[in-house]
């Protein structure tokens, strides 16, 4: 039954995996703020650019790989530190080259969290403020406030915390990927450098906000939960729903991956056997919302807030109306659903609800069948084959220029400072656009071996990522209703790193069983037993 059941994951996972592949032959998703504003676009694919891109992508991915299975003689004791150190120099040259300004909720939380620390001002909290609409946003202006208590008070102090976490989630990534391939005899130190080198994360440490920290504490998360099911050991699953809670914490997505904990225990629960299990899956729930918890109760007791901070504050049901948006399928609707909150409802959280389902009934029983269908595959097409999760603008920034795409006429990034890097890359250079370009063929090849690794799984009923997979699609499931933007989605690229990678090197490994039994006087020359020891002998000496 247990089998049946991944299995089946597995092949939806696949079907979506093959929409979005098949899709990006016919149209292409982008995301450029200079050119368009905040907005989405899909227009039809430049078939000869786009083959042209994977090849070369291709090429290199393979170069880049041969070479790190010759560091496969090394301990991991020197290769670990050394790539973490060198991903780190690269992250640090990128927040001086692209000195990017904090804008939108970023500078808005940023500005709250210096209130309090100087001020002494929570008045945000009181109705028609920024935290009283979004509680949840809470977490970063703490975060915020005590870093700038204790380090001093400048940008650079929270990019370089940024880069640590990203840092924590390269070494998890490789960590994961190690306790689901526990028979490798490799040290397979090319998912850390792929890791460490994941274009889209080097250049999000220019991003303040909660995006990069939460993604750090759960993928840690999943880690020590995929480890527990294997070794058992208690601690494991102490860490697992520790990092769960606080990944939760900074952003409330956290759920999905308690889902996938919590359904990758009961597949494992004869295994791991069931009172500890149960044990597990207590523990688990106990630590989920302590960190709310004791948000709301420190709040009251110091008299900041006299309810709890969500008794008002915007209902899902604002982004569930978003998310249903014909023209810009699902992405931000101009403030179309702030307005109904904010005025309609006098940021009354009940009346808002009533008026926002509502508003979807409404929605829904004016779109024909076809315009909704329609609306659906545009949403999850373009937020998952847009493959920069909005790096363009979040990471990368731009000078301010101006332009009749930006949003409201004009661009609201801004540099610290403009050098020789932000002049190559300023408004739609060839430099940016090739970016954007490379990291959407990136994104294309890694669905691609996805794919093989998840058909590869289901013909030799091979089922151990199914707690990846049951993240991935709940990502799906959760953003083609909600409101979207592919910054969102995120949290799960360290999930599809995995997954490529594993798929990767099947397809690598394949390639190398077809070529070598084809010259078994080779082989026999060579000393090679067979084509295993021949591709053993291949990926630890000369590649």
Known sequence: MVRAIQKTLYLILACFIGLFIASSFFIRAKYNYFVYGDTPVLEKQQLGLFILGIVVVLALSVILYKICLKLN???WKIVIPAILLCSFAIRLVIIFLFPRLPTDDSQTVLSLALDM???????????????????????IVVYLKTLLRLFPDNYLVIKVFNILFTLLTSLMIYLLYKELNGKSKDHDYGILVFAATYIPSLFMSNLIYNDVIATAFLTSALYFAVKFIKRKSIKDIVFAAIFLAVGNYFRSIGVIFLIAVVVSLLFNMRAIGVKKALTALFITALLFNVPGWTQNAVLQATNVVDEPINENSAPVYMWLNMGINLETFGFWDNRESYAIYQQDANYNKSESTELFKEEISTKLSEAGLSDLVKMYYKKIVWTWTEGTYQMERYGLGNDGSSSNGGRMGFVMDRYSYTNAATDLFKGDSSYRSGLLWLLYVLNFLM???????????????????????????????????????????????PLLIVLSYMGFKDVYDYMLKRYFPRRPCLLGKRGFKDADQAISHFAHSNA
């Open 117 to 139: 620390l100087y001020r002494n001002d929570y008045s945000s909290f009181d109705t028609t403020g920024y935290l009283h609409m979004f509680p949840f946003n809470f977490s």
């Open 447 to 493: 669905y691609v071996f996805i794919l093989v690794r998840l058909i590869g799984g289901i013909r030799a009923k091979r089922f151990e990522e199914t707690s990846l997979i049951l993240v991935v699609l709940g990502f799906i499931g959760f953003y083609l209703l909600w409101e979207i933007k592919s910054r969102y989605i995120y949290p799960v690229y």
């Open 73 to 75: 003689q090394c301990s």
